[in-house]
């Protein structure tokens, strides 16, 4: 029995070399995108005279887009974001978490929005759970994308991240208006190249629309405060 169990064992570790080889000999390589977290990447925010403590990770999503600003596809999102599952009830909808991304998707959902819902959510390939701390994610990029430069894109959002600009119950017709984020998505950018070697930091570029009410980018970031804590750094390799 036991020799049986590792005659198995040796077998399933041979079909998954070369599963992995027969994978890699189909794709143009591999993104890797390294997150270092800043000081408020994981916030505290105390309610009822400082007794009672929320806690809130970010929600980020990390895209590629082509020169031209066509999107290619998504490399990762936070579960929340991408499978809509929101703390507070099962009905909450949140266009301001990541609007950016979710309008360059262009996926329109029923009710008019276009963050993915609870019963259209996204693949376990590409969600996730908020790292709790600095990560690297990879990217094997498909054998069909023959492009060799590229745009990356990596959005992040903090919840009740309020500011003197993004304040608590402003008028919905105040453009600074949103529900429970605060200030912005932030947005970082860059270019990446399809060689050997190559190496790139993302760059904070603009701000998203407070309430997620389009997917334009705002260059705009002289109100942003401690959202620009969230993120540290992001680091991009192409890994062949």
């Given at each position: 029995m036991f020799k049986s169990r590792m005659k198995l064992m040796a077998l399933v570790m041979i079909l998954v070399v070369l599963i992995s080889g027969i994978i890699r000999a189909q794709s143009e390589g591999r993104i890797s995108v390294e997150v270092k977290p800043g000081e408020r990447y994981k916030d505290v925010t105390w309610y009822w005279l400082g007794i009672f403590p929320i806690k809130s990770n970010p929600q980020m999503a990390i895209w590629l887009e082509d020169e031209q600003g066509n999107y290619i596809?998504?490399?990762?999102?936070?579960?929340?974001s991408g499978k809509s599952k929101w703390s507070g009830g099962k009905d909450i909808r949140r266009p301001d978490a990541l609007p950016i991304w979710s309008h360059k998707r262009g996926i329109k959902y029923n009710d008019g929005l276009y963050m993915p819902t609870k019963d259209k959510p996204l693949v376990d390939a590409i969600t996730g759970a908020t790292p709790k701390k600095g990560f690297t994610r990879k990217w094997i990029i498909p054998a069909d994308i023959k492009l060799k430069q590229l745009v990356i894109r990596l959005e992040v959002n903090q919840s009740i991240d309020y500011n003197e600009t993004y304040k608590k119950k402003l008028s919905k017709n105040n453009f600074n208006y949103n529900d429970t984020s605060g200030q912005p998505s932030l947005l970082w950018e860059g270019e990446i190249e399809i060689k050997d070697g190559f190496t790139t930091v993302l760059k904070k570029v603009g701000h998203g629309h407070?309430?997620?009410?389009?997917?334009?980018?705002?260059?705009?970031l002289e109100t942003i405060t401690t959202a620009n804590e969230i993120i540290e750094s992001i680091e991009i390799k192409y890994l062949k």
């Open positions: 596809d998504t490399i990762y999102v936070t579960e929340s407070p309430s997620g009410k389009n997917g334009k980018l705002f260059r705009n």
